[in-house]
């Protein structure tokens, strides 16, 4: 699972990139930056598994010499791996880092304004289009229309109980006659 190499490292696009598309290449989109992070986060926990699938199979060196040769490779590939792992640590870093970067001068935006809640001041105010439905109005009118749905499936019931009563009826009195 390899990630691509970040275009700000300092390498040409390509032999026929002009000095506009070098300097479009240095200046990552973040959103591509947030999906290199997001595959070297997935390499790096795809690299912790093989170390722990490594280590749980390697004989530990307690003085007893069981076939040197396979512990001298398992521990090749233990460091390899290792190593591997510090160098996608070191470029999520560099990753991150450049993510600050370009979001640095926004303003972040206070949780309380994505989330529409109730607020006892009254004070939210949003600047879509409609009036924000808040989650208690929203709860509010479930509630209300929960109440109207049971009073409605009571009335049918109860229908159906008279229906079912007059059908009684009726097989009891053509019984009766035949």
Same mark, same amino acid.
């Given at each position: ?75 090749? $590939? !233990?460091?390899?791996?290792?190593? %591997? /792992? ?5 470029? &999520? *870093? ?5 993510? #600050? ?46 109440? $109207? !749905?049971?009073?409605?499936?009571? %009335? /049918? ?5 008279? &229906? *079912? ?5 009726? #097989? ?7």
């Amino acid at each position: 699972m390899s990630t691509p190499p970040l275009a700000a490292s300092g390498m040409a696009p390509g032999p026929f990139a002009g000095p506009q598309a070098q300097q479009a290449a240095r200046e990552v989109n973040t959103a591509s930056l947030c999906r290199i992070g997001q595959e070297t986060v997935q390499d790096i926990v795809y690299r912790t598994m093989e170390i722990f699938q490594l280590l749980r199979n390697m004989q530990l060196p307690n003085g007893v010499t069981y076939h040197t040769g396979t512990y001298q490779d398992r521990l090749a $590939k !233990l460091q390899d791996h290792l190593r %591997q /792992l510090s160098i996608l640590f070191r470029k &999520l *870093r560099l990753v991150y880092d450049k993510c #600050n970067e370009n979001c640095g001068g926004m303003d972040p935006i206070p949780v309380e304004q994505l989330i529409p809640y109730v607020e006892d001041d009254g004070s939210k105010n949003d600047d879509r289009a409609g009036p924000p439905r808040f989650a208690s109005e929203e709860r509010r009118e479930i509630a209300e229309v929960n109440k $109207k !749905l049971k009073q409605k499936n009571q %009335q /049918l019931k109860q229908i159906m109980d008279q &229906l *079912r009563n007059l059908i009684w009826d009726i #097989n009891a009195m053509l019984a009766m006659r035949s």
